[in-house]
């Protein structure tokens, strides 16, 4: 295709999707501040607060609503070609539908791109600053990541065990903790101890006040007391207890080493998966909304912008809608976490390219 007539496509395109972009985005922020207004005026913070937690939140937003602002430019940009008898005009000049759609279909997959780059470089990090500023600065819930457990028992190593009354993901120490040491199937070594503190130079947890049991088969069990023992143990503490999951605060990076640690320690991680394959899914939904728009222009052929606008919001959020049910089924482990993920934008797709297959696109 003539590079010029690529270009001016494309051009049809960015309009409309910055525009849908600034205005989706600002629905949510504008619902968001009515959410959150009551707790934030009932806690007396200052209005600072609350815009730096609006302006935390955008990153998230923006990663929302690109595919429907993607969806927006499409409806747009392929509309107005037929409104304009640009479509008619290049299949008369020789161009084949689907020529002329493929740089469309391009423009999505670049929004697709930068929604990638929004969703794992920007907005997991500004996303958990929204919510330290809301649980621990307006509501005071100085554990609101779960960092402090009680009662804890995990396994440290192959045949290591520890029991901790209190273990401080926060401050990376355990109170009142106990390590058992097994080999060959038989209790080897114990330690209790008062605490025990991380020590990141040497990557051992070092036991304070406690005592150390020695259960060698061919003696009998020594004892003895120590101020400071630095033990074998190298897990660090991110790995041994985890901190709440926040779907919208982690990237895919820290999903796999999340789901690695789990496996480590035979924890389940039905719901990392599944977020995991969502996550994967996410910037793909660029490219199944501009086959769904281009289904739509070119089967109704025709609608004023203010019908495409409403198109966009109507259709977009019911695939969202089906998105979260996927997720939501695959959490539930209804679904294996690769449908749950993938499985709606398949079925979207497919549909959509009967629908282009119909309008004679292919």
Request: one cysteine or more; hydrophobic letters at 55%; a positive charge.
């Amino acid at each position: 295709m003539n590079r010029t007539l690529t270009r001016y496509i494309a051009r049809n395109f960015w309009g409309p999707f910055a525009l849908g972009l600034g205005v989706f985005t600002a629905l949510l922020l504008f619902g968001s501040f009515f959410d959150k207004l009551n707790s934030f005026m009932k806690a007396g913070a200052e209005s600072g607060l609350l815009g730096r937690y609006l302006l935390y939140r955008l990153p998230f937003f923006l990663v929302k609503m690109t595919p429907m602002a993607t969806l927006l430019g499409i409806l747009f940009a392929l509309g107005g070609m037929l409104a304009r008898g640009e479509w008619k005009a290049g299949m008369a000049g020789g161009w084949r539908p689907f020529e002329m759609l493929k740089p469309l279909l391009l423009c999505s997959v670049l929004a697709g791109v930068f929604q990638l780059v929004l969703q794992e470089a920007v907005a997991p990090r500004f996303y958990m600053r929204s919510e330290f500023l809301f649980e621990s600065k307006l509501r005071g819930k100085e554990n609101w990541q779960q960092l402090i457990k009680k009662d804890v028992v995990f396994s440290a190593g192959e045949g290591v065990f520890v029991t901790a009354h209190i273990f401080n993901g926060r401050e990376n120490s355990m109170e009142r903790v106990i390590a058992n040491i097994y080999r060959d199937g038989r209790l080897f070594i114990e330690i209790s101890a008062r605490s025990a503190i991380w020590q990141a130079a040497v990557r051992r947890w070092v036991f304070k006040d406690g005592v150390f049991i020695n259960y060698d088969a061919s003696l009998k069990p020594a004892s003895s007391r120590f101020a400071s023992y630095q033990s074998d143990i190298t897990v660090p503490p991110d790995s041994l207890v985890l901190e709440r999951l926040v779907p919208e605060g982690v990237s895919i990076a820290d999903l796999l080493r999340r789901v690695k640690r789990l496996g480590a320690v035979g924890a389940p991680v039905v719901s990392e998966l599944t977020i995991l394959y969502c996550k994967l899914a996410a910037p793909f939904a660029n490219l199944v909304m501009a086959l769904i728009g281009a289904m739509m222009v070119l089967l109704i052929r025709g609608g004023s912008r203010v019908l495409n606008f409403g198109l966009a919001v109507v259709v977009g959020f019911i695939f969202w809608a089906v998105i979260i049910m996927g997720q939501s089924l695959g959490e539930a482990e209804l679904f294996r976490p690769s449908i749950a993920g993938f499985g709606p934008l398949v079925i979207f797709a497919f549909f959509s390219l009967l629908g282009l297959k119909k309008a004679r696109v292919f």
